[in-house]
């Protein structure tokens, strides 16, 4: 079983950046279909940025392509999403998610329902 532990969360101004972290035991995520989600109050949990298991990617959504980055250090076991140009909108609650089943391309941002391990969640809040 995998346990991912998700950082970095805070609050930062409009147009700052941060660095959120997930940290990934029990298992190498090699292999495994990657992602990072988010929910902000009173809305559906959304893909925004993912790596299939095939490891082809990243994908990402509309709303933060060319601002986030995901990558992985893969020797410590570890993702991560920077946020730039980080805006009130990107308020949200930030998962990291992954499976080891078969999960190609950008089906990876949608099937959530996919994902049978998730990281607590960690708080972002963008100021205006």
């Known amino acids: 079983e995998v346990q991912l532990q998700a950082s970095g969360g805070g609050l930062v101004q409009f147009g700052g950046s941060l660095r959120l972290s997930c940290a990934a035991s029990?298992?190498?995520?090699?292999?495994?279909?990657i992602g990072w989600f988010r929910q902000a109050p009173g809305k559906d949990r959304v893909g925004i940025a993912c790596v299939s298991s095939n490891d082809d990617g990243p994908f990402y959504d509309n709303s933060v392509k060319g601002r986030f980055t995901l990558s992985s250090d893969k020797a410590k076991n570890i993702l991560y999403l920077q946020m730039n140009d980080l805006k009130p909108e990107d308020t949200a609650v930030y998962y990291c998610?992954?499976?080891?089943?078969?999960?190609?391309?950008?089906?990876?941002?949608?099937?959530?329902?996919?994902?049978?391990?998730w990281g607590q969640g960690t708080l972002v809040t963008v100021s205006s």
């Open positions: 029990g298992s190498r995520l090699d292999g495994y279909a």
């Open positions: 998610a992954t499976d080891p089943r078969l999960m190609y391309g950008r089906t990876c941002l949608t099937r959530l329902h996919g994902y049978a391990y």
